[in-house]
């Protein structure tokens, strides 16, 4: 028995979109062609009811171009490039995972360090930093040329001033060169730190970003549940065919 062609407001409906939406998804090759009935108006079938359901699950964790091109490309039968999108944006929300738990580190870093380190807070020359902190200068112009260290300049001689920042974050750097870390790294989270305001700021910075990535991780594997379905349905309907 043949299934009742449905129409865009069928669609629409389900998801409370406008029915110019799904014909603008359609357009867009989302939605594979529709078939028109005799007085050409659109009629669209269960496939179709799918791929917009898969759309709009895989849109959240796959972000909007993604899904479209995951959408595409399953029309298409192209498994390998099918594969490669949803691979790449794991292999991105994995990166900023790792990401995430080396400023944790970091951060844990530096509130263990102890205080007593610390050393007044005054600003300081690059000479009586390197010597508290044991360094050469040149490590500390290196810092510098990474990102790592904004020194201000005393207008009358042009010499380096190191302000409490400054050595705060001079202080950071030795503890994760002493850990192994790489200069790129030091700088994400010395950046990381600065742009929260502090350490009890970036903690709860680092858990927000924490959230958002469990967020769209969760979204990705509800994504992946309704994209198999869909290519189920799919090879069902290739197979019909032959």
């Known amino acids: 028995m043949a299934q009742r062609a449905l129409r865009p407001v069928d669609l629409a409906r389900e998801h409370g979109l406008s029915t110019q939406a799904v014909r603008n998804y359609e357009d867009e090759r989302i939605l594979p062609p529709a078939g028109r009935s005799g007085a050409g108006y659109r009629q669209y079938s269960a496939v179709h009811a799918q791929a917009l359901r898969t759309f709009l699950a895989l849109r959240p964790g796959f972000g909007y171009q993604t899904a479209a091109a995951i959408l595409r490309a ?7 490039t099918l594969f490669r999108l949803v691979d790449r944006t794991h292999a991105t929300v994995l990166h900023e995972r790792d990401t995430l738990d080396e400023v944790a580190a970091a951060l844990d870093t530096l509130t263990s ?16 930093l390197a010597h ?3 360094m050469h200068p040149a490590s500390l ?4 040329k990474a990102g790592i260290l904004r020194p201000h300049r005393d207008p009358a001689t042009g010499h380096r001033v190191y302000h409490p920042e400054a050595v705060r974050d ?5 503890q994760l060169r002493r850990g192994g870390h790489l200069l790129p790294r030091i700088r994400l989270f010395v950046d990381q730190l600065r742009e929260a305001g502090g350490a009890t700021a970036l903690r709860e910075l680092i858990h927000q970003w924490r959230s958002r990535i469990d967020q769209r991780s969760g979204a990705m594997l509800a994504g992946a549940r309704s994209l198999a379905d869909y290519r189920d349905l799919l090879a069902a309907e290739q197979v019909d065919e032959e």
């Open 113 to 128: 360090e102890p205080s007593q380190h610390e050393g007044p807070a005054t600003a300081l020359s690059i000479g009586a």
């Open 74 to 80: 399953a029309h298409l039968r192209d498994h390998e």
């Open 170 to 174: 001079a202080r950071i750097a030795r």
């Open 132 to 134: 508290q902190l044991g």
């Open 141 to 144: 112009r290196k810092w510098e």
